[in-house]
């Protein structure tokens, strides 16, 4: 579906910039964009390399354990049926961490290895089980304590005081995690319904 959708926005691109006259702007944006496209792989792979390795120095030194039991009562919360003394626990506290700390890029690996945890518990099934559900609303809506990454976006682009945008930060993330969590506990026992009446 994605590739109708993508095949679809090129198309209608093309034909837009033959009756526009605009062909060479396309032609620039083109070069650009897959310019901009191979550094944003460079440095993806870079940022996962690194969170990956510094992921396995923290489970080694015990990091992730520590982390797990002080995330553990709201963690109990959203993934009841979950020992906090698993390593799929540890990977959503790492990334729950991460979030809270505003690193988006290093999120992405953590939530990646988690998902893959997940995954292994859910049996390689093709349907994603529930607390992976939760965990995808929770890893996109998720809480930021310190808007790193944003911050550092508006001093790149000459912001005075770049975290002035913390409270609306800290509001924002709350409403959008707690309207995501709620809409996916109710759409899970909505599922969880129909199941049982079949």
């Known amino acids: 579906m994605i590739g109708y959708i993508w095949a679809g926005?090129?198309?209608?691109?093309?034909?837009?910039?033959?009756?526009?006259?605009?062909?060479?702007?396309?032609?620039?944006?083109?070069?650009?964009?897959?310019s901009d496209a191979v550094n944003l792989c460079i440095r993806l792979g870079g940022t996962i390399c690194l969170w990956g390795g510094l992921m396995e120095i923290a489970e080694k030194s015990g990091l992730t354990a520590h982390l797990c039991r002080l995330l553990s009562p709201v963690l109990k919360l959203v993934f009841p049926g979950m020992s906090m003394k698993?390593?799929?626990?540890?990977?959503?506290?790492?990334?729950?961490?991460a979030n809270l700390l505003g690193l988006g890029?290093?999120?992405?690996?953590?939530?990646?290895?988690?998902?893959?945890?997940?995954?292994?518990?859910?049996?390689?099934?093709?349907?994603?089980?529930?607390?992976?559900?939760?965990?995808?609303?929770?890893n996109s809506a998720a809480f930021?304590?310190?808007?790193?990454?944003?911050?550092?976006?508006?001093?790149?682009?000459?912001?005075?005081?770049?975290?002035?945008?913390?409270?609306?930060?800290?509001?924002?993330?709350?409403?959008?995690?707690t309207v995501g969590l709620t809409a996916a506990k109710i759409f899970i026992g909505i599922s969880e319904g129909i199941k049982w009446k079949k």
């Open 144 to 177: 930021h304590l310190i808007p790193t990454t944003v911050a550092a976006l508006r001093q790149d682009y000459g912001s005075i005081n770049p975290f002035d945008i913390m409270p609306a930060s800290w509001i924002s993330s709350a409403a959008a995690l």
């Open 86 to 97: 698993s390593e799929t626990a540890k990977a959503i506290s790492m990334n729950v961490t």
């Open 9 to 34: 926005m090129i198309i209608f691109s093309v034909i837009t910039a033959v009756f526009s006259g605009t062909m060479s702007d396309l032609s620039s944006a083109i070069i650009s964009s897959a």
């Open 105 to 138: 890029n290093a999120a992405t690996p953590l939530g990646l290895e988690a998902m893959k945890r997940l995954q292994t518990e859910n049996g390689g099934k093709d349907k994603a089980s529930h607390d992976m559900i939760k965990f995808v609303v929770l």
